[in-house]
């Protein structure tokens, strides 16, 4: 596609709940990336992709986050049991390839708002 | 670890005034710089870069930022703002370890 592409735009969840968040890269683009951005804070890393796996998982806060990649395209970060201190924006990112050179440039998605009540 | 300093959380300037926003990093290695913005309601979009080669960078809409690798800095600058660059404005490096490590972002304001 064009950009990056998430689903739904806005996620309203009751405590305890299980949520899926979806993320559709740019096309071509192996790298997926995905971070939180709380309330006044900045982006926190949450985890990163090539092409299907998940060489760094460090971002993810709890064991009730996970995320997986299929076809080296369209991401789901997946939060079980969602607690109140979830409720962020989830924002995924995609780039062409690897860190530290030009095409780690990332381009976002706008979003999903998760609001836990 | 390496963290991304912006120590100027909320910013509120007149049209046509000078803007310089700070951003300190700490990473002793190699390291490529951004800077992202969000407007009210959009994505981040990025503002611009820098990768090697000339310190002083320039990106779209007149925006441009000095890498000062003694001080460990790279402040965005823009010599007269507009109200359409009301937005927040977020700092980051990649330092080879592929997610990015952004600062904690700068709301501007700007009145007209």
């Known amino acids: 596609g064009a950009g990056v592409s998430q689903s739904p735009s806005n996620k309203v969840t009751e405590k305890g709940k299980d949520v899926e968040l979806r993320c559709d890269p740019i096309?071509?683009?192996?790298?997926l990336y995905w971070y939180r951005q709380s309330l006044g804070q900045g982006l926190e890393f949450l985890i990163y992709?090539?092409?299907?796996?998940?060489?760094?998982k460090s971002g993810l806060p709890s064991d009730r986050f996970s995320a997986e990649r299929t076809g080296g395209s369209v991401s789901t970060l997946t939060i079980q049991r969602t607690q109140q201190e979830d409720s962020a924006v989830y924002l995924c990112?995609?780039?062409?390839?690897?860190?530290?050179?030009?095409?780690?440039?990332?381009?976002f998605g706008a979003g999903t708002r998760l609001s836990v009540l | 670890a390496q963290s991304v300093s912006q120590h100027n959380h909320h910013v509120i300037l007149s049209e046509a005034a000078s803007l310089e926003l700070g951003c300190n990093y700490s990473?002793?290695?190699?390291?490529?710089l951004f800077w992202y913005v969000q407007y009210p309601g959009q994505h981040l979009q990025l503002l611009l870069k820098?990768?090697?080669?000339?310190?002083l960078v320039k990106g779209i809409k007149g925006f441009e930022a000095e890498f000062i690798k003694s001080k460990f800095s790279f402040n965005l600058r823009k010599p007269s703002v507009q109200w359409s660059d009301t937005a927040e404005y977020f700092c980051?490096?990649?330092?080879?370890?592929?997610?990015?490590?952004f600062g904690s972002g700068t709301r501007l304001q700007v009145q007209p």
């Open positions: 990112a995609s780039s062409l390839g690897l860190a530290g050179g030009p095409q780690n440039i990332q381009y």
């Open positions: 096309s071509g683009h192996t790298a």
């Open positions: 992709f090539q092409g299907n796996s998940a060489p760094d």
């Open positions: 990473y002793g290695g190699t390291v490529n």
């Open positions: 820098y990768f090697s080669g000339d310190p």
């Open positions: 980051a490096a990649d330092t080879g370890r592929r997610a990015l490590t």
